[in-house]
């Protein structure tokens, strides 16, 4: 059923919009909303306590929710802080020589070995769930800045000479040219911010090890704790069924987003 | 300051490069005028090239003075349309982003896909179409500008000679319509003479010579005024290479 045309942009052809698009796009909506507001619940009011000899499938599902809203945040963070500091490192011959070698050194020391200093600092400050968040973020940092960088060289020199030509300077450079054409490389780096993310946050959420003296009750719900302090227990079950939760989470996210992305990501290549 | 009969001047114009160090383009005066079609053609790496992007304003001069309109339309041998746009979307994003109004930016973009004939094509993403078509949408993009001059660096070295030849009459008949003045790069002889009122001859960042082009339009590349042209082109930028020292 047709509505009515809708200009999407001014200078981008009219496409119809059905019934249907506006339901599930109102759906979306409300479910990102939901998302986002639970997200921000948890972290003004984390709740982490958990035992872990009585789990039951609403422990698991909360902590399935706890480990996607840090991945999430952190995610953001990465996304918000790469993309600039990427910008920066590519903007002239000159910085480059200067930060891309200090970039190298930074994205090749672990992440963990930060992980005490880090874990010290925010527990100082009783911000356990910051800590996590804040390890996650590092380690994906890295993996969109540089594809990023490798994404601003593949701009042809006819379109930046295009560019000032058709007199597309500053914000509107970036809106219009740069971010489109960095987009597929923001994708398959934010690809390999998750897969690094899943790899961390099975550390990051078992803080105890990091605190002189800490015991289980330090660590944050979620699936990485789950997994780590239910195979110390020996609580097969328990550890089975996080397991089957992160699976089906990452594989969930992978056909959801992911893929539609990476699909979609294909159109802003130059060819 | 442009006047209208000369829309385009270069004065005592030299553009060197720190890296590699080079001198490009060596006291280059000229001044092309209104309504022409003017060819700068040269062998590579002469500095046809760095020419028409200090006329177009992407290169600044490292010395000497440029008369130029403040917009330019042009035209890049490798297209350089943007790839996530359709060919409507990026004929109107010339136009837009000279600041017109949306219902001129509409117009300006149909006009100008018509003139090109792909209004049939509107819809279409710049990879759905072949080498010619795409050189078609760069020339309509850079017709959106509206602006009396129409630069090409190189537009169809990239083309078969058959779509060649079909760009070659598409531009004659912009050309006619419109009365755009058109600079134009090219490194072929025969283009040259086929297309232009008058062509700068460029050896290693020299101005050697102008060429003025009198056959009547149409021109035909099998007649003898035609052929001879060419020739005595041919033997313009031969003869330059004659006069480097010969090795023993």
Redesign the interface.
Known sequence: MKIRRYPHY????LYEVTLSHHLVSIVVAIGIAISLTAMVIHFVHPHNAFDISQVSFAVIARGTLDTLYRMTLAFILALVAAVPLALLIASTPRLQSILLPIADILQSVPVLAFFPVVVAFFVARNAFELAAVFVIFLSMLWNIVFPVIGGLQTI?D??K??A?????RGW?KFW??TL?AILPFIVTGSLLAWAQGWTIVIVAEVLHTYIPHGTASQDLLGLGSLLVDSNAQAKNGVFLAALTAMILLVTLLNLAVWQPLLHLSQ????? | MTSAATPIILRHVNKSYVKPPKLVVKNLSLSIRQGEIFCIIGPSGCGKSTVI?LI???EAPTSGEIVRPD????V?????L?????V??NV???????GFD?KK?KDVTQQNLRLVHLEAF??R?P?ELSGGQRQRVGIA?ALA?ESDVL?MDEPFSALDPVMTDELHNDVLRIWEQTRKTIVLVSHNFEEAIYLADRIGVIKNGRLEEIVQVNLPRPRHDEDEAFTAEVRKLRGLLEGAHATSPKAP
Request: charged share 20%.
């Open positions: 001014r200078h981008k052809p042809p006819d379109i000479s295009a000032i030509v058709f007199n597309v509107r219009y040219i489109p159109r802003f290549r130059f060819d | 992007k177009a304003g992407i917009h330019v339309g042009m890049f041998q490798s297209y350089a943007l790839p996530w746009l359709t409507e979307a109107a994003f010339a136009a837009r982003m000279q949306p930016v509107a819809k993403y990879r993009r500008v630069l």
